[in-house]
């Protein structure tokens, strides 16, 4: 039996009996005076295993985690490594081989009782967590391994920073994530993190869409959020030039920014914001040539500032590009209606109604109400 092994299943004495992580025990855990020479060695294997495991290579990591645990087998970093390389082995069989995944989560306990102020440990505690599935619980984790280690050094807690954000925000719970996402950033290994920019930015817009707070200034609050969710998405596009979703959500943001202040009755501030929504979606219209909905993107604005030409201009553009993007089609339908087209608008009503049996994007209230237009042309949309 490999080392690792045996140290994993120590409460078990090595005997093939499945441990129980609750019980997980310490003082089962032999103690060596290391000698200087071994104390650098363990250290060194400690980074290399942290840094597989950073880098998916399990199995490296599971051997520089087993040569230090040979030197020491108190070496809590190495012992939550060996859990989350077991958990991997665990999960590779179907069904899961349960005494080994037993195992696995024992040796993250046992790291963590070991050393409860290593924000490194914590990390790999919760993401093991994450890798069984237990998502709220790994979230949780990384909290309390944050409280916990305020005198780690920044650059591991930064590691929990990323965990906490990213788990809350897979959660849906972006007013819980935001906070630890910003911290992230705001550390050298997040702030180059484009993921963590974008989740940001969601975070942010999906705020501003749904105002909370007192409502004399919910408007306002939320125009701020959107604002620097353009900000954060602009932050993306910048690490990641080729990302047309970060580009996109940069418009976006700042159309609803815009839609905000119309709200609040600042006129200049929504001509203001318009004027960079319809910027920012050229911009991107002519970095992807290819890509509909920035041409999409451009009509909506346009329409918002009663530009009724540029609108079906854009519209048309879209159209060009993806001769069954729904969103054009529709508002271009509507236009052509209001204009009395009621021929023409028909005619993108059956496309729409094509597109939608061949691609979906319909709910089932639109489709009869598409419907009952074809069939009744004076009905409206």
């Known amino acids: 039996m490999r080392t690792s092994a045996c140290i994993l299943l120590a409460l078990a004495a090595c005997a093939g009996v499945s441990p129980r992580p609750a019980d997980a025990d310490v003082d089962s855990l032999p103690r060596r005076d290391l000698t200087g020479a071994e104390a650098v060695r363990v250290d060194d294997l400690l980074r290399a295993c942290v840094d597989d495991i950073d880098h998916r290579r399990f199995d490296d990591a599971e051997t520089h985690a087993e040569a230090a645990l040979a030197l020491d087998p108190r070496a809590a970093r190495a012992l939550a490594v060996t859990g989350l390389v077991g958990l991997q082995r665990a999960n590779a069989t179907d069904p899961p081989d349960l005494e080994r995944r037993n195992a696995a989560e024992t040796a993250t306990v046992l790291a963590e009782r070991l050393a409860p102020d290593d924000a490194v440990v914590a990390w790999l505690r919760a993401r093991f967590l994450a890798d069984t599935g237990h998502l709220s619980a790994a979230a949780a984790a990384a909290e309390d391994g944050l409280a916990r280690t305020t005198a780690a ?123 960079e929504a319809a910027a920012s979606f050229a911009q991107v219209a ?78 089932g209230d639109e489709r009869r109400r598409i419907a009952a237009r074809l069939d009744q042309t004076p009905r409206m949309l």
Not at 298 to 315: L, P
Not at 341 to 349: Q, R
Request: glycine share 10%; hydrophobic share 45%.
């Open 153 to 275: 050094a920044p650059d591991d807690r930064s590691r929990l920073f990323d965990l906490a954000g990213t788990y809350r925000y897979e959660l849906g719970e972006e007013r819980l994530a935001l906070p630890w996402l910003q911290a992230f950033v705001g550390t050298p290994r997040g702030a180059e993190s484009t993921a963590a920019h974008f989740r940001i930015g969601s975070s942010l817009l999906r705020q501003a869409m749904l105002p909370m707070g007192p409502r004399k200034r919910q408007d306002s609050v939320a125009q701020s959020q959107a604002e620097q969710a353009a900000r954060a998405f602009q932050r993306c596009w910048d690490l990641a030039p080729g990302d047309d979703d970060a580009a996109l959500a940069i418009g976006a943001s700042l159309l609803r920014a815009a839609e905000l202040a119309g709200k609040q009755g600042e006129r200049a501030d929504r001509e203001r914001l318009l004027g």
């Open 286 to 363: 002519e970095r992807f040539p290819r890509v509909a909905e920035a041409m999409f993107r451009i009509g909506v604005v346009a329409e918002e500032r009663g530009e009724t030409a540029a609108a079906v201009a854009a519209y048309d553009g879209a159209l060009a590009r993806d001769p069954d993007h729904l969103g054009a089609l529709l508002n271009l339908a509507a236009l052509r209606t209001a204009a009395g087209d009621d021929a023409g608008a028909d005619e993108l009503l059956r496309r729409v109604l094509a597109t939608d049996g061949r691609r979906g994007g319909l709910s």
